[in-house]
Each structure stands twice: as structure tokens, then as C-alpha cells.
């Protein structure tokens, strides 16, 4: 039997290696810390008692994003969000270290969950800056644009959290950051690669023109585990 491609479920491919330390596991499921992602995966060869594994882990009526999930979603779970999107990879970019671009880390987590919640890049959590590689300019001390590094497969990681004050777009930023967030992927023999909601057209060109290629179509699902009230939906 072929073994699966890591970037085929590279939610579980993540949990189940490089980001093992972030995990909570049970059964076919795993999913990070709450802290520091939202997301939880389903194994390659689970059946459909892994859905049971992940309500075990998140708690009745709680939502739960997942990606492309192997398994199909039992009839009693609801979707609540659906976001088709696309998987690219790296196919020979020029990536380089910029001289204005800041590593992030802790004490930067307040201005970083500001920009995000202005920006709305995606899921970016307390802990998030954890999973490492966050790169940031400043103008006169602010924070205006940053990108990193999210999922880990082996070999493999993620760049994420691509985002740029508004008032600085246009300028470039975004661009000069996944540049510089994939030079330190390649430094430490990996290949970089990225999401991307299918609507997202500009982002899509960018990347596409940076030298990325579109590996496969992707589903971005936030689905609800049944029972209780649970909190409110939290959106991609």
C-alpha cells in the first residue's frame, strides 16, 4: 500500500509529527491545543468512530474546523461554514531574508492578535506564535504587517497568517514577508506551501506568480460536534 502524501491530510501528518508537542490525541483524531489552534484532524485509515474521538476531545455543541477530512461527517454533526479553497506549493520561488522584516514571538502575541482581528487572515490564537517562524515590519514601532509558519508536515510547512494593515497595502509587504518566511523554511531543508480560499483571486495570482503551483482543491469545514450549546461559531 502507498503511503498517503503528507500534504494529502497535513493537519494529522502535523499533529502526528513535527507538531506532536502541541497535540491532543485520541483514537483517529488529534487536534492542537486550544490555545494555540483551532483546528483537529482525522487519521489517514480511521473509520467513522474518529468523528467520536473529536467530540471526546472539543466537548458537545463546540465548532471544529477541519480540512479535506478523510471521513464523511455523520449525519447528526452540522456544517456550520464551508470554504472552498485551494493548496499551493512551492515550485521554485525566489524566497529571501528581508532586511526590515522582526522575528515575533511572545511579547509581540497583543499586537499580533490586534492586526489579525483588523486584517482577518485567519484562525490566529494566544499560543499561535508558538508554532514558529513569525516575521513582522514596523513602521515607527507599529506593527503593520506579518506572516509565518501553521501547519508542519514532514518536510513540509505551511506559510500562514499573511496579512498587512490597511493602510500600508499595496506596498509590496505582503509579498516581501512570504519571501522571507520561506527562506527560513528552505534553510532547514523543507518546502514551503500555502492555503487559500478559492474566492480569494488576487491572493491566488500573487502566489502563482511568486512561483507557487496549485496541488489540489481543498475544503475548509467548521462543523459543530452535536449536543449542548457550546459556544459561538468561530469563522475562518
Not at 465548532?63 to 493548496?87: F, I, K, N, Y
Not at 494593515?165 to 514551503?192: F, H, K, S
Not at 480560499?197 to 507557487?212: K, P, S
Request: hydrophobic share 45%.
Amino acid at each position: 500500500m502507498v503511503a498517503p502524501h503528507p500534504l494529502d491530510n497535513p493537519l494529522w501528518a502535523s499533529l502526528t509529527g513535527p507538531h506532536a508537542r502541541f497535540a491532543q490525541l485520541k483514537g483517529g483524531a488529534a487536534r492542537y491545543a486550544p490555545d494555540v489552534s483551532p483546528f483537529a484532524a482525522i487519521a489517514d485509515d480511521a473509520d467513522g468512530s474518529a468523528w467520536d474521538d473529536i467530540a471526546a476531545l472539543a466537548g458537545p455543541g463546540t465548532t471544529v474546523p477541519v480540512v479535506s477530512a478523510p471521513v464523511p461527517l455523520p449525519a447528526d454533526w452540522e456544517v456550520v461554514m464551508r470554504l472552498p479553497g485551494v493548496q499551493l506549493v512551492d515550485a521554485g520561488m525566489t524566497a529571501a531574508p528581508d532586511r526590515e522584516a522582526v522575528v515575533l514571538g511572545p511579547a509581540d502575541v497583543p499586537e499580533m492578535l490586534d492586526l489579525v482581528a483588523r486584517t482577518k487572515p485567519g484562525p490566529f490564537l494566544p499560543r499561535t506564535v508558538e508554532l514558529g517562524g513569525y516575521l513582522g515590519i514596523r513602521v515607527e514601532g507599529a506593527l503593520i504587517a506579518m506572516a509565518g509558519q501553521r501547519m508542519h508536515p514532514p518536510g513540509w510547512t505551511e506559510i500562514s497568517a499573511v496579512c498587512t494593515d490597511d493602510a500600508y497595502r499595496g506596498r509590496g509587504l505582503g509579498t516581501r514577508l512570504v519571501r522571507a518566511v520561506a527562506a527560513g523554511i528552505r534553510a532547514r531543508g523543507e518546502t514551503p506551501f500555502l492555503h487559500a480560499a478559492e474566492t480569494n483571486a488576487n491572493a491566488i495570482r500573487l502566489y502563482l506568480a511568486l512561483g507557487f503551483t496549485l496541488r489540489r482543491a481543498v475544503s475548509f469545514d467548521l462543523v459543530r460536534v452535536p449536543g449542548g450549546d457550546g459556544p459561538a461559531a468561530r469563522p475562518f
